[in-house]
């Protein structure tokens, strides 16, 4: 995991020892994680790349708050698709990860 819940917990205002919603959130880490490595068309790292992955990237505080974004997002928006495409969120997401975005491929 490169985000926690404890990162997710004060992004989204929840207090640290409120474990109501742990499954949720979790859940939410998992998709938005993946999304975003989807999104890059790219494997994400926490400390170095292997040799073996030539297009890996180490994650950067800007790909750490795109995904804290997201999942701030899923979160308060927890409504139909419809409504999800109309948040501003998903631009910031673009503009903080899509620098480091493989096209092409």
Same mark, same amino acid.
């Given at each position: ?21 742990? !499954? ?5 880490? #998992? #998709? ?16 170095? !790349? ?31 698709? #419809? ?6 969120? *998903?631009?910031?997401?673009? *503009? ?10």
């Amino acid at each position: 995991m490169f985000i926690n819940k404890a990162q997710v917990k004060r992004q989204c205002r929840i207090e640290l020892d409120d474990n109501s919603e742990d !499954v949720l959130l979790d859940s939410y880490i #998992a #998709a938005v994680e993946q999304k975003t490595i989807a999104h890059l068309n790219r494997n994400l790292y926490k400390e170095s !790349v292997p040799k073996t992955d030539p297009n890996g990237l180490v994650i950067n505080a800007a790909i750490i708050q795109g995904m804290l974004l997201l999942v701030t997002s899923l979160y308060e928006q927890r409504s139909a698709v #419809a409504d999800l495409e109309q948040l501003s969120t *998903f631009p910031v997401f673009r *503009f903080l990860v899509d620098d480091y975005r493989l096209s092409g491929l």
